[in-house]
């Protein structure tokens, strides 16, 4: 039992002093171990130059900055034209609304006065006392006189005319606003744009004026002409940014269809509503010279009833001429034919922007400068109210049809 303890006793010693010599000599060689040399390195100079040219883009920093901050001003711009042309499109609403509010308060208000007064002059023809015949004379006379006058003025106005001008002018600018916004969601607007978009603000705002005096539209012009509310554009003007895809969806039937449903817009529907447009300005003139002259009539007629030298035609002139000047007055502002002749002309006026823009797209040489051609056949074919395949099959039957005459529309929508 010693033994063994003693045994213990000499390994543990022995174990200790190895970990010792071994400590000693760990840290000596610590201490005595080699020093680093330090070296001078050289670190290339990075060069800043806004003008240097980088092999990830075409541009320099500084053309990079630069083409930034101008999108960014472009944007800045297309959002101030977006909130102008948000504020037309309430202006036009509320303006259109308040135009057939005219239209409706003062086609009831000269009909009454213009039965009130042939009701006065039917009353003074039965009447014996000499001063009441005076007293309903005059009145019938001053209401017969102050119905002729508004009436002038109403057919002047054409508020039914102009109501539907507004009407037209708030879709068209709500179109534009659109346009705007898909043009900020879906790429990078430049000045191109901004200089794009305020000329067809300026367009609109010159085809459907808000004031009445000096730059109201002519509600009798002498010719029909198509509503024109776009800008002329030039060549310059007409260039589109390269596509990647080959023949940007274009092809030879694709081109010669296109320039048949230009000759059907040609051939029927402008040419049949600028037709239409012009009977019902026909009508309109018409109406709006017969008005005034019966109630004038009538106030001629009043003012001899009861006199023995006119005898009994006085009366009936009086009376007669004013129900007849409400019934013509009704069936001119109550069937709005100014708002038919207006809309008759917009509808020229689309059908001649679609013209112009499916010629403008064929007289572009190269076809990766068009827009792409699979997507403008689509947009024709919606904008006439058809399919893809009625879209072809109206320009094959254009082509192989011998009397043009007979020939069907381009437009299904209206």
């Known amino acids: 039992m010693a033994t063994s303890l003693q045994a213990s006793s000499m390994l543990s010693s022995t174990t200790s002093r190895f970990s010792e010599r071994y400590q000693r000599r760990a840290i000596k060689a610590t201490l005595h171990a080699p020093k680093l040399r330090m070296t001078n390195f050289t670190f290339p100079k990075l060069d800043f130059d806004m ?35 948000a504020d037309r499109v309430e202006m036009h609403k509320n303006i259109g609304e308040q135009r057939s509010n005219w239209n409706s308060l003062l086609l009831t ?50 508020p039914s005319q102009l109501a539907e001008e507004q009407r037209n002018a708030s879709r068209l600018f709500k179109q534009l606003q659109f346009q705007i916004e898909t043009k900020i969601a ?51 003007q007409e260039e589109r940014a390269k596509s990647s895809f080959q023949n940007n969806g274009w092809s030879a039937n694709l081109e010669e269809d296109m320039r048949e449903i230009v000759e059907v817009l040609r051939r029927k529907d402008i040419a049949e509503y600028l037709r239409l447009g012009g009977k019902a300005l026909k009508l309109n003139k018409f109406l709006a010279i017969a008005g005034p002259t019966l109630t004038g009539l009538a106030a001629v007629g009043s003012v001899f009833i009861g006199s023995p030298v006119h005898g009994p035609w006085t009366v009936v002139v009086g009376v007669v001429a004013g129900a007849l000047a409400s019934v013509v007055n009704t069936f001119e502002h109550g ?24 010629t403008s797209n064929l007289e572009e040489e190269d076809p990766e400068r068009r827009e792409n051609g699979e997507v403008f056949e689509m947009k024709v074919a919606l904008q006439l109210g058809r399919s893809l395949s009625g879209l072809r099959n109206l320009a094959s039957s254009s082509r192989s049809s011998g009397e043009k005459d007979e020939e069907e529309f381009a437009s299904q929508l209206f």
């Open 51 to 85: 003008g240097t040219q980088y092999p990830d883009g075409n541009f320099t920093i500084s053309e990079k900055i630069e083409r930034k901050a101008s999108d960014f001003e472009a944007k800045t711009k297309l959002y101030a034209i977006l909130e102008a042309v």
């Open 335 to 358: 069937w709005q034919v100014g708002m038919v002749f207006e809309m008759y002309r917009s509808n020229a006026g689309f059908f001649t922007l679609m013209e112009e823009t499916i």
């Open 109 to 158: 208000s000269i009909n009454a006065i213009t039965l009130s007064a042939a009701t006065i002059s039917a009353i003074a023809s039965t009447c014996n006392f000499g001063a009441a015949i005076g007293a309903l004379k005059a009145s019938s006379t001053l209401l017969y006189l102050a119905a002729t006058g508004m009436l002038i003025i109403m057919n002047k106005i054409q």
């Open 186 to 236: 879906l790429s990078s607007p430049t000045i191109k744009d901004v200089n794009e978009a305020m000329n067809k603000v300026l367009a609109l705002d010159k085809a459907y004026p808000l004031p009445l005096l000096g730059v109201m539209l002519e509600k009798f012009p002498r010719k029909v002409e198509p509503a024109v509310w776009w800008p002329r554009k030039t060549q310059n």
